[in-house]
């Protein structure tokens, strides 16, 4: 099936700015936690407490980013396919990143993991956006994170 989504519509990099450098080998968890609405947000007034719908997973490669995704259920959903019904409801959707940073700065670091919650609309289908691009720049005591390209 041919698709108007690349063959990962969201992607993520990971920048160590301690060290300049990227971080290699981290797990990351994609979470797709749903519509995204008024209603939804005021039947969960706490994004954090939305359950994920489908989850994948993997980890950094040695340029600090995410190149695949791997379902982490035992019938997970392709994800470009996910992209392409949903394109057919409309509407937003709801996506949390999970960056498990643990061990992956100096011990001084505070971070076990870090939360990055988005969310993805159809409206920019028109704009003719396919693509999610979220990295994560991070150090033992700050991180920051943007809508990337």
């Known amino acids: ?9 969201i992607t993520t990099h990971v920048l160590n700015t301690s060290t300049g450098n990227p971080s ?30 489908h989850t994948w997973a993997a980890l950094t490669n040695s340029n600090g980013r995410v190149t695949a995704w791997k379902g982490a259920e035992r019938n997970a959903f392709d994800l470009q396919s996910l992209f392409e019904e949903m394109n057919s409801e409309g509407g937003g959707w709801m996506w949390r ?22 969310r993805t609309d159809v409206g920019d289908l028109g704009k003719g956006r396919t693509h999610w691009h979220v990295p994560l720049l991070i150090s033992e005591f700050g991180m920051s994170t943007y809508r990337g390209s």
């Open 1 to 9: 099936m041919s698709s108007s989504f690349g063959d990962n519509p």
């Open 24 to 53: 290699a080998s981290l797990p990351v968890k994609l979470e797709f936690l749903g519509p995204h609405s008024s209603t939804t947000l005021s039947q969960n007034s706490k994004l954090r407490d939305l359950e994920p719908k």
């Open 97 to 118: 990143l999970v960056f498990v940073t643990d061990g992956h700065l100096s011990e001084e670091s505070w971070w076990s993991d870090v939360e990055v919650k988005f």
